[in-house]
């Protein structure tokens, strides 16, 4: 089982590796990102565009998406 978890400014973000086969989380195959705020908890919300192909494209996704949460308009 493969996971990757982050957690910056409040927010916890983590990527997870599923497949259709196997040990693990099942689904479609690929990189499945989330987050959720840390305080309070809650569900994880799934990141548009799940699951990716490659690691680096779930990454990114988290990147954008905490700079999404973060920005002030």
Not at 9 to 38: K, L, M
Request: net charge negative; with cysteine; glycine share 10%.
């Amino acid at each position: 089982m493969e996971i990757w978890s982050a957690s910056s400014d409040g927010f916890s973000f983590v990527i997870s590796f599923e497949s259709r086969d196997g040990t693990g989380f099942h689904g479609r195959p690929g990189y499945v990102a989330s987050w959720r705020p840390v305080y309070p908890s809650r569900g994880a919300i799934r990141i548009f565009g799940s699951p990716f192909k490659t690691f680096n494209e779930a990454e990114a996704a988290c990147d954008a998406m905490l700079n999404q949460l973060t920005s002030e308009d």
